[in-house]
């Protein structure tokens, strides 16, 4: 069964930016997504951004949009999600997550700490 470890989280200033790391462990489906979720203090979990491990099918949040950008690199089984123009409330715990669906996916991983100081 795949299993997911993300990396690339940490502290930034408005304005700036990260890059979230996926990396997949075991075996994975090109037709099946990959995408980012988040969860921020007191709130719900909410759907990011995903693409399938074909490098098709991106989808974007409107929060994210024009903001953020997602893409895949079979060869290491990594997604990645670039965030440019953070602003404090990109702050959360964002999650890599995968499956057939994103609605709701089928594995999780353990998650990683984005925070943007204003």
């Known amino acids: 069964q795949v299993q997911l470890v993300e990396s690339g989280g940490g502290l930034v200033q408005a304005g700036g930016s990260l890059r979230l790391s996926c990396a997949a462990s075991?075996?994975?489906?090109?037709?099946?997504?990959t995408g980012w979720f988040r969860q921020a203090p007191g709130k719900e979990r909410e759907f990011v951004a995903a693409?399938?491990?074909?490098?098709?099918?991106?989808s974007y949040a409107d929060s994210v949009k024009g903001r953020f950008t997602i893409t895949s690199d079979n060869a290491k089984n990594t997604v990645y999600l670039q965030m440019n123009s953070l602003k404090p409330e990109d702050t959360a715990v964002y999650y890599c997550?995968?499956?057939?669906?994103?609605?709701?996916?089928?594995?999780w991983g353990q998650g990683t700490q984005v925070t943007v100081s204003s």
């Open positions: 075991g075996r994975t489906s090109s037709a099946d997504y």
């Open positions: 693409i399938m491990w074909s490098g098709t099918g991106k």
């Open positions: 997550a995968t499956g057939p669906t994103m609605n709701p996916p089928k594995r």
